[in-house]
């Protein structure tokens, strides 16, 4: 016995240097655990409570392998376990080691130090599994500790005897019953299988059902077949030639829709590349220098304005001249790159879509150029509609109704008496003429809502 002594002397006096060690040390840091009534805390995302401290050895040794190692980690190191740890403990436990031992292992590791978890029971289990790896004097202490189990372990193996026979018999039982269902079917499936047999006997047997009479049905009924196969063809045929000719129909359409876009485009640009006489161009500066002072002398500074049909822009350099910032819409393209190429805020649109678009009460005054309007008794509906919409209260609308060169005739008469009477007509206050030369400007104040009357009865 005496190398085993030198060996007891040898883990004494380690034992005694690490503790040594352990008291020159600062202590690590640890919380403190719970209440004992407290031992239950909430889970994290992990499944992990990290605020319990507390555990009993009979909490953690109730899995098996796998699910008692990971359990392990999770309780004890608060964290899932790696792939590298969990292979080991997995290993410790195939060679024979207890739960015990590797619970004490983690709990006693570094890292289950700096945790500091607390679990009741575990310490003696663990020094004596400790003490069983000690050679030969271990062996005889693991030999008297599963001589001082056995009546335990024995107590466990009857219990596992009478909880074993005790499923036995019911397993026993529900097999018999089983059997006797069986047995039950089985009479079933036979008295089935004879009605069966009788109704196969009646109906084959029946002298209204020979094989003679349904040959002739069944001729019957292919021909009919072909009938209806002959009739689908020629639906189908007519359904693929009324698509083709609904094809042809759309193709044609769109042919001349663009035909008339192109035929549109170029009347603009032959309209847009009239020159103008001086004594026209100055005598319409002159007019829209008056007409713009009207405009100015009604607006507040800052007003909101909008004109409609701006041309080439001619009429909003006037009011830029009077300080009157507005911006226009223009139906003919080119007209409106002429008018964009001297930096005047016109954009190529429809004029009356764009007044439509305008929010509620958003326009102090609308100006608008009776040439530019296109559209007859609509394009009035649509313009007296949008207006009463749009213009604050109170809003002015300016009709410019002049002589445009460089621009299509419009279907609106350009007269200056027609407009004011369409104007009183639609609800408009103090609709005002006023004549310069070779055009004329209607005048109207909007204070209430616009009358929405057809002006094809004006």
């Keep these: 016995m005496e190398p085993s002594d030198d060996y007891l002397q040898r883990v004494k006096a380690e034992i005694l240097a690490e503790a040594a060690a352990a008291q020159e040390r600062a202590p690590l840091p640890r919380r403190d655990p719970p209440p004992r009534g407290n031992t239950t805390s909430a889970l994290d995302a992990c499944g992990i409570e990290r605020n319990r401290l507390d555990y009993h050895i009979a909490e953690l040794t109730g899995e098996q392998y796998v699910a008692f190692v990971e359990q392990a980690y999770r309780a004890i190191l608060k964290r899932p376990g790696d792939e590298a740890g969990r292979n080991n403990q997995i290993n410790h436990l195939a060679r024979g080691a207890s739960k015990a031992e590797i619970l004490g292992n983690m709990r006693w590791s570094a890292e289950g130090r700096q945790v500091g978890v607390r679990i009741r029971g575990l310490l003696p289990r663990y020094l004596l599994a400790k003490l069983t790896r000690i050679p030969v004097v271990g062996h005889v202490i693991d030999w008297f500790a599963t001589l001082a189990g056995l009546p335990v372990l024995l107590r466990h193996q009857r219990s596992a005897d009478a909880v074993a026979a005790a499923r ?6 529900a097999m018999r019953a ?7 079917l089985d009479v079933e499936l036979a008295t089935a299988g004879n009605a069966v047999a009788q109704l196969e006997q009646r109906v084959f047997g029946s002298a209204q059902l020979q094989q003679q009479p349904m040959d002739a049905r069944l001729g019957v009924v292919e021909t009919r077949l072909a009938d209806h196969i002959r009739s689908v063809d020629e639906l189908r ?6 698509n083709h000719w609904l094809t042809t129909v759309q193709r044609n359409f769109a042919d001349l829709e663009r035909i008339s876009d192109e035929q549109r485009r170029r009347i603009e640009l032959l309209v847009a ?5 001086p004594e026209a161009i100055s005598a319409r500066s002159d ?6 002072a009207e405009l100015g002398a009604r607006l507040n500074p800052g ?4 004109d409609l049909g701006s041309g080439d822009g001619s009429w909003l350099a006037a009011l830029a001249a009077r300080g009157i910032e507005a911006s226009g819409i223009e139906s003919s393209t080119p007209l409106a790159q002429a008018a964009a190429a001297r930096s005047l805020a016109v954009a190529a649109g429809d004029p009356l879509a764009a007044l439509e678009r ?5 326009l102090d005054a609308i100006t608008l150029s009776a040439a530019g309007l296109c559209g007859g008794a609509t394009a009035l509906l649509r313009l007296f509609d ?5 213009l604050a209260r109170p809003g002015w609308l300016f009709v410019r109704i002049e002589a445009e060169p460089r621009r299509p005739d419009s279907d609106i008469a350009a007269d200056g008496a027609r407009w004011q009477a369409l104007l009183a007509a639609a609800g408009l206050d103090e609709v005002s003429l006023i004549e310069s030369g070779e055009g004329s400007l209607v005048i109207a104040r909007c204070m209430a809502a616009v009358a929405r009357t057809s002006p094809s009865s004006q």
């Design 273 to 277: 590349g009239v020159n103008e006489s």
């Design 178 to 184: 089983i059997g006797q269902r069986l047995d039950q």
């Design 303 to 306: 007003a909101r304005v909008l």
């Design 168 to 173: 036995f018999g019911e397993l026993t039982a």
């Design 358 to 362: 305008c929010s509620d009460g958003s």
């Design 237 to 242: 045929h007519f359904f693929y030639a009324g």
């Design 287 to 292: 007019r829209h220098a008056r007409w713009s």
């Design 386 to 390: 949008a207006t009463a919409r749009a």
